[in-house]
């Protein structure tokens, strides 16, 4: 499975858009997300891990590898 995968069950499990998670992303890094750089990266599949763990951490998910 993908990031962009992932990111867009996670946004579908706890009902949040884009735009949300941009600004959350951007009030808990401190760094400017936008809805259409963030949109942008999902898509293309150019998040990085550290993203998909903040992302993860913020819509209350915990990732595992096995």
Known sequence: MSAKEIVKIMLVKRAITVKILAEKMSEYTGQKYTQSSLA??????????????IIAKILDFKITIE
């Open 40 to 53: 942008s990266k999902i898509s293309r599949g150019t998040l990085r891990y550290d993203e998909v763990e």
